[in-house]
């Protein structure tokens, strides 16, 4: 099991008073704490090797671009991909998502053609598809959930049709915590061949993903939200599908060759990354891989299984509560609302109490319309989240509800 | 009382409390006690739109002096707006123009306040000063003679 | 005058030994190592504030949010824009490019158009534009340059003409270091009604930027390569052009309201800054933009100038060394030759010896093609660069030169 | 000697320096004694194209043994590649498919070995296990009565 002590000693920020109480950060969806080996790396690297990478003749030059490699390598291992050149780096899986919009949009996508999308996405994985659609006179198709928070398999299965050429779902979903069964999602789709990505974003921190065992086209996610630092994303992509999508953005380090009357791209992964990479940052993430293989990704969602359900049980112990999404497979997320107060005033209260929760529609508007609600208070859990932060949090949420009363 | 007057009045109320709850409770009772907006007013186009909170804002005037209701579907929010309309009722177009309306970061409240925080409020003293510009102009139209009458 | 024993000190990777040998950068051209400050208000920030922003309800959230705008707020002071809203974050120059270069394109370019762009850019500004004139059936031209590496200026009026839509140029040639008459050239583009894009990220390390006094529609530059961390680029645009130009990427933070039947989006700045933003690493920019101001860039760039009149008189000296580039108009860089010794052995060599340098065609092929070499040697200086280590680098260049003899 | 038993050798050789330059004083050398390859190979067809030196590599068999000859621009990587030769020359392709090559790393030129490193010594040791693998293929169709001759 996991030592949760051992490990909030690991995460300096945690231990603050706000508003003269402890803190305690339940908005790990939005973006999770960094433990302090990850801060150091970010450190030391500019302390001792910053220098940009892969074409110099210097030995800060060298050590930078080969600690950046491994990096890649890592994360290579930790998604479990098949080659080292399948993984990309970004700047967050926003980005990540619109490469692959962008570039697969350009290569295959024409008018009359459909892209498949599910009614529970972030606006990360709704937008990008919409703005290209529009752009190519493509359609939208929208798999709906039902009111418990979980896809609609059948109409899924529907929806998927000879002009279907990309399926894009969210492994979990950042509104309501709903686990997607996107192996399933995926093995419909390649039944028809259509290549699928998955919005990993909020699974990362929570599982041990297999992208070889999901088989999906495309995985993407930030490390900003699996306590690695900020300006970082992954794009994994099948080295087939890579290199038949057209490069994204375009300049220094991803070029081979540059007349003015053509330019030709290196391979994968240089292809996609175009400028000088965050270096600094890239290896900050290697050392969070470190830190998450230490302490183990099944070790760790065994934990929080066991502090979700913990949660869970004392929502529901209190009337005023109502949970938005209520699936049984469930990871990091508990959206609900509190029966007569506005999401926004439990939020500001709550604040004053020393818990950081989110309100409002967590960029998923499209979720709020379908249950005709504003928006939802959320607590999202992390691996140094505690029984007993749960307990305060409960305990305060019933304070707030005196208040309001 | 001045707009000036009426601030330090709220902020010395403010001084009371020296726990946040404290205050937020005050908050949430001047929000129970905002002067009700017509529900003829609760519509689309007095709709102050922002991020997490919506507000509603009705502005008339009399005599060069503006006189507000208003609703929010969050309580803090009503309370904040509560606070504002006790300290811009009644005031000229030309004071509530250029109120510069410290005391709500006095108070505390700074964050209501942040402009990249859309909660309504930011926008609606917006809103109220150009209510107020826009009174002070067709005012000013009215009176100078060289402009015709429209309304 | 800069007291650059004391700014040494705050620059903690500078005092260190590579292959037993004092190590002496001169590659700030590809990337400037970090003062202190820097490297700590990054660390700083995952310690004290790190969060999510703009849409928290909690005080980590505005903590944050507070002073990430207030980043913002302090770049548009360092580049004298009018508003803090033309200010947009980007993760380097080449993205900023790429964005210009996309919704521009997009918003602007038809088939037959022309995009004027300079013989000496870097790959980013050659390569966003040649894609997007390819897509969009628009002609690339070519300003071409002096052998001393001067912009011929009348060649370059004679290029605009109604079809033009758009002139991007580098502020100063990361390949010559040759500062090019911006102003002049923005001048003559206005007269015809024609925007420009100015590529600063090799001037604003070096000297003053005025953006109003250029009057230049777009302006951008990397963060690392003028002291500050990595994963940060600036976009600067006039906010009449800004407001003109569509979304480039699209999810969260830069969204007003999205259906699946249409989104609308936010105001400038954030309606270019779509997902989470690099908070930590632009809270360390705001640290260099301090550091900066304090020592003021006037006086680094007549530091600066200094040190680059006594390296151009040591190269000189050596009968071997050809300059590649010679403009009495020059700002941190020089590029050279060594007869008869391959830019690469040098290199390899000078590396060995401590001296970190640039070897290759530092990403702009075209420049090498027109002086019929495959590349350069090339010193970049920074404010921490002394005229002691210049002597040194030249008197290690004649053992070079003996080397290979 | 084996490809191993050379490797070894280069290996001891360079213990005798301790400087780096020394190092690189001796790879020099070794560049300049570099057996030339016939100009009529030093075309495109016969280029290895790295980011930073070009590599021309000539490659012939005789008896099921491959023999090297090579030129570059840079005589550091020529330095390197006359090491390579006196490794593989004339040894057989079975031996050059599995050699490990680790004398590059040994030696302290990782760096030239890196893959991130585009400076054509990759791209060669590459093409050089290529060329082993394509002739090892050839020899066996023509010693493989299953399959007709082609050349
Ligand atoms: C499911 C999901 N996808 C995508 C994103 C976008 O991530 P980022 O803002 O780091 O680009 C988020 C972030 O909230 C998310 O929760
Ligand atoms: C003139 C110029 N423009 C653009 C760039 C690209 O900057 P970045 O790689 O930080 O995006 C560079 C970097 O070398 C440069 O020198």
Redesign the pocket.
């Known amino acids: 099991m996991v030592d949760v002590e051992k490990i909030r000693a690991d995460f300096p920020i945690l231990h603050q008073q706000v508003y003269n109480n402890p803190l305690v950060y339940l908005d790990n ?2 973006t999770t704490q960094k433990p302090e080996v990850v801060i150091n790396a970010v450190r030391d690297y500019y302390l001792t090797v910053n220098s940009n990478i892969h074409r110099s003749v210097h030995y800060l030059g060298q050590q930078a671009t080969l600690a950046f490699e491994e990096s890649r390598q890592l994360v290579r291992e930790f998604i479990h991909a098949r080659h080292q050149h399948e993984i990309i780096f970004t700047k ?4 990540s ?1 619109n490469l692959v919009a962008g570039s697969f949009g350009r290569q295959f996508v024409r008018e009359g053609d459909e892209i498949v999308i599910s009614a529970m996405e ?1 606006h ?2 709704i937008v990008p598809w919409q703005l290209m659609c529009a752009e190519r006179g493509a359609n939208l198709r929208i798999i709906p959930f039902h009111p418990n928070g979980e896809l609609m398999m059948d109409a899924y299965r529907e929806l998927l049709n000879d002009n279907t050429r990309l399926v894009a779902v ?1 492994h ?3 509104a309501l915590g709903t686990i997607n069964p996107v192996k399933d999602v995926i093995a419909l789709a390649h039944g028809r061949g259509i290549p699928v990505l998955v ?1 990993g ?2 699974a990362v921190p929570h599982m041990k993903v297999d992208v070889m065992e999901l088989d999906c086209e495309f995985y993407c996610f ?1 490390a ?2 699996m306590y690695g630092p900020m300006g970082v ?1 992954i794009l994994y992509g099948k080295e087939e599908w890579l290199n038949k999508l057209p490069p994204y953005q375009s300049g220094g380090e991803m070029i081979r060759n540059v007349t003015f009357e053509k330019s030709t791209f290196g391979d994968l992964p240089f292809k996609f990354e175009a400028g000088t990479p965050n270096v600094a940052d890239i290896l900050g993430f290697r050392a969070t891989l470190l830190y998450l293989n230490t302490i183990g990704m099944n070790r760790i969602a065994a934990y929080e299984e066991e502090l979700m359900k913990h949660a869970l049980d004392r929502l529901r112990a209190i009337p005023q509560v109502r949970l938005v999404g209520d699936s049984p497979h469930r990871a990091g997320v508990i959206s609900f609302l509190i029966e007569g107060i506005h999401p926004y005033d439990a939020g500001t209260v709550l604040d004053k109490m020393g818990f950081a929760v989110r309100t409002g529609h967590h ?1 998923a508007q499209p979720v709020m319309d379908i249950y005709g609600i504003p928006g939802t208070v959320r607590i999202s859990l992390g691996l140094y989240n505690t029984r007993e932060e749960l307990n305060a949090f409960t305990d305060a949420l019933n304070r707030v509800i005196e208040m309001f009363r | 009382m001045s707009i000036q007057e009426i601030e330090n009045q709220i902020v010395s109320e403010f001084e009371q409390f020296e726990d946040w709850l404290d205050r937020y409770n005050y908050l949430i009772e001047m929000g129970r006690t905002l002067p009700m907006i017509d529900p003829k007013y609760k519509t689309d186009s007095y709709l102050i739109s922002g991020c997490q909170s919506r507000v509603w804002l009705y502005a008339h005037h009399e005599d060069n002096k503006l006189y507000f209701t208003a609703d929010s579907d969050a309580v803090i929010t009503k309370g904040i707006i509560s606070l504002l309309i006790r300290v811009l009722n009644g005031q000229s177009t030309e004071d509530i123009i250029q109120a510069p309306l410290g005391f709500v970061d006095e108070i505390g409240l700074k964050e209501h306040l942040s402009p990249t925080r859309a909660n309504g409020l930011v926008s609606m003293i917006k809103q109220i000063k150009l209510y107020a510009l826009a009174y002070q102009t067709k005012n000013k139209q009215r009176n100078d003679p060289s402009h015709e009458q429209h309304g």
């Open positions: 969806a939005a967050g899986a926003t980005e998502i972030h990360a994985n969210t979990v979903s950042n919005d974003a909020q930030s900003h939200k994303g960029c």
